[in-house]
């Protein structure tokens, strides 16, 4: 499908995911990936941080509200909590979580698990998928629409959990 992948390997469209355990026959699976110079336990702080913004294209899916550049200390997400906050409202909800590992949620039919998978001491490769059930039609604009946005998002949770881990002098 156009769009359904960024980022990733074969490899990891072929691994297992949370959200593949809700959502039976998909007729949309997209993956995207990103590699973060930071130990997971860098990254994983912005991931569950998600709950407070999109990270994503500010002006769009958070009425020009900046997402957090810092951390907020939050507690580890739980099942059940919402899942994130864009345009001051709360989205979605919390399905499933490993905290340092995966973080699973829901918005409008939709689950995506953002999945931390340590490369080495120092590197992460952050990966996330998403998979609905709706028709042939919708499928293809979600696809390309979430293209754009969620690869926007990776790439500010890597900035941040980069610059964050070099600030603190996290090393891993």
């Known amino acids: 499908m156009i769009g359904d992948r960024w980022g990733v390997s074969e490899s990891e469209t072929l691994r297992s995911y949370p959200c593949d355990a809700f959502v039976a026959s998909p007729t949309l699976q997209a993956w995207r990936g990103v590699r973060v110079e930071a130990p997971a336990e860098a990254v994983w702080p912005w991931v569950a941080q998600v709950r407070l913004a999109p990270y994503s294209y500010d002006w769009i899916d958070n009425l020009g509200r900046r997402s957090p550049r810092e951390l907020a200390g939050l507690p580890e997400p739980r099942v059940g909590e919402r899942f994130t906050t864009a345009s001051g409202r709360a989205w979605g909800r919390i399905v499933s979580v490993d905290p340092g590992k995966q973080l699973t949620g829901t918005i409008g039919g939709a689950f995506m698990s953002y999945v931390l998978v340590p490369a080495d001491q120092h590197m992460t490769r952050l990966l996330l ?14 696809s390309v629409g979430d293209l754009i946005m969620a690869r926007r998002q990776l790439l500010n949770l890597k900035h941040l959990a980069e610059r964050h881990q070099t600030k603190s002098g996290v090393l891993g």
């Open 129 to 142: 998928k998403i998979v609905i059930r709706t028709t042939r039609l919708a499928a293809v604009g979600l």
